[in-house]
């Protein structure tokens, strides 16, 4: 079955560094790739998403490409501020349309620190 | 991007009572909602999918009977969490798709229910 691996937090950085937090896929075919992001107390919030081999996704400074060579969807950010800190969730959908479910990694709490 | 509420936001009960929980797309029609379930500082676990004016599928592991859900319309799905009991306390979110062309699920803010 389909699986997402994300590397586990917590990930604590200051402000302005850079970040990384991987994340590698199992899964058949072409799946569709998302980060969702979940702000304290909140739901959660698409941050990206990449729906075929390298594609690459970009919202708010944040980026991922789709790797199918590595299965990977790897999100980075060149600099952080401490409005960042969240937990992230890297995802994948099997096919293209909505109404298939999504598999979630575990999540990856991230602090930023002034 | 699409809005999804949730209500209530946060519910305490006594043990042995019965829950509701509604979930609405407010500016758009949703073919497909999901219920997750997510534990402290753990993952969404899928609980199941609901289709519009039919049953929902549920995922493995999960009591139909225990969790109700009901697809009435195209913006309105509602999970029932039936004689909760204290470990039935847990953060759920749903989750709405428009269809069609569309690739995006939107999420709800979530509803944290306590049982006491």
């Known amino acids: 079955g389909n699986s997402v691996t994300q590397m586990e937090g917590p990930v604590t950085l200051s402000e302005e560094a850079f970040l990384t937090i991987n994340c590698t896929y199992t899964?058949?075919?072409?799946?569709?790739l998302f980060w969702y992001v979940q702000y304290p107390g909140e739901g959660l919030q698409l941050l990206l998403k990449?729906?075929?081999?390298?594609d690459k996704g970009s919202n708010k400074g944040f980026e991922a490409t789709y790797r199918k060579e590595t299965t990977s969807f790897h999100l980075e950010k060149g600099s952080v501020q401490v409005s960042d800190s969240a937990v992230y969730f890297c995802?994948?959908?099997?096919?293209?349309?909505?109404?298939?479910?999504?598999?979630f990694g575990t999540g990856t709490r991230l602090t930023i620190i002034p | 991007g699409a809005v999804v509420s949730q209500h209530p936001s946060r519910v305490i009960c006594k043990s042995g009572t019965s829950v509701k929980i509604e979930c609405r797309s407010l500016?758009?029609?949703?073919?497909?909602m999901f219920w997750y379930r997510q534990f402290p500082k753990q993952s969404l676990m899928l609980m199941a999918t609901?289709?519009?004016?039919?049953?929902?599928?549920?995922e493995q592991g999960v009591e139909k009977d225990k969790f109700l859900i009901n697809h009435a319309s195209l913006t309105l799905s509602t999970l029932t969490v039936t004689s909760a009991h204290p470990e039935d306390s847990s953060f759920y979110i749903c989750?709405?798709?428009?269809?069609?062309?569309?690739?995006?699920?939107?999420f709800g803010p979530g509803t944290r229910l306590l049982v006491l």
């Open positions: 990449a729906t075929k081999a390298d």
């Open positions: 609901s289709n519009e004016g039919s049953k929902a599928t549920y």
């Open positions: 899964a058949t075919g072409y799946p569709s």
């Open positions: 500016d758009f029609q949703a073919t497909t």
């Open positions: 989750s709405a798709d428009s269809g069609g062309d569309q690739e995006t699920q939107y």
């Open positions: 995802a994948l959908r099997q096919s293209n349309f909505g109404n298939e479910k999504l598999t």
